[in-house]
């Protein structure tokens, strides 16, 4: 996860408080100034999210909405608007062309974060650094720990984000091809023989306490991260 956020603002103050505020918080804020520089900075690795000023030199926020809707690989990354008290019918129209949500200026710290990690919960839950826990088995990805039970488990650093990506997203089936694209990238070449054997040995890693059995073999379709056995 590389927690990149992407925050295209004009104003250098806005955009620099901005900026801090994400970095104390952990993420890799990448400042764009105008439309152009927020075009350039599109590309891999992409970022978790776009914060994103209306009314840029070059272009508005709307007409970057609408490009990134266009293209496959930057279609799903969520957008918050940022907008000004006076532009209350924009802020309509820009959630009709697809911005996930918007935070009127003046805004607290407190507030961006809180809608940050709401969106990012929602479309994006392994880029929120919050701990995971079931049925007592526990992943804090702050601290890249992981415990069953108080006691501590010894994972390797894929096992370690494959499990990240099971607890945040339970009781749904994914084939090898979409486990490779969420723990492993989208640019990266591997086999998908290669997902079985950190299966194998995050299952290993993980069966002190039963937990192994949580990763649930479908034929013929996948893995599954399930509570229910
Ligand atoms: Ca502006």
Same mark, same amino acid.
């Given at each position: 996860m590389t927690r990149k956020i992407l925050v295209v603002e004009d104003e250098a103050a806005i955009r620099d408080m901005l900026c801090l505020i994400l970095e104390q918080k952990g993420f890799s804020p990448e400042p764009a100034a105008d439309y152009q520089q927020a075009l350039d900075l599109l590309k891999e690795p992409? +970022?978790?999210?776009?914060?994103?000023?209306?009314?840029? +030199?070059?272009?508005?926020?709307?007409?970057?909405?609408?490009?990134?809707? $266009?293209?496959?690989l930057t279609r799903d990354i969520p957008v918050i608007m940022l907008t000004a008290r006076a532009e209350e019918e924009d802020k309509i129209r820009g959630l009709d062309v697809g911005a996930d949500d918007y935070i009127t200026k003046p805004f607290s710290p407190k507030e961006l974060i809180s809608r940050l990690n709401a969106v990012l919960r929602r479309v994006a839950p392994m880029a929120v650094d919050?701990?995971?826990?079931?049925?007592?088995?526990?992943l804090d990805p702050a601290t890249h720990r992981v415990s069953a039970h108080e006691q501590a488990l010894d994972l390797g650093p894929t096992e370690f984000r494959l499990l990240h990506f099971f607890m945040t997203h339970p009781e749904?089936?994914?084939?090898?091809? $979409?486990?490779? %694209? %969420?723990?492993?990238?989208?640019?990266?070449?591997?086999?998908?023989?290669?997902v079985d054997v950190h299966i194998r040995r995050l299952r290993n890693a993980i069966a002190h306490a039963g937990h192994d059995q949580m990763i649930q073999t479908v034929r013929g379709a996948g893995y599954r991260f399930s509570t229910r056995l």
């Open positions: 992409y +970022p978790e999210l776009i914060l994103l000023d209306w009314m840029l +030199p070059g272009g508005s926020g709307i007409q970057l909405i609408k490009q990134l809707k $266009q293209h496959e919050e701990v995971v826990e079931m049925q007592g088995l526990k749904r089936v994914y084939s090898r091809e $979409q486990l490779l %694209n %969420n723990v492993w990238g989208t640019n990266v070449y591997v086999e998908d023989r290669t």
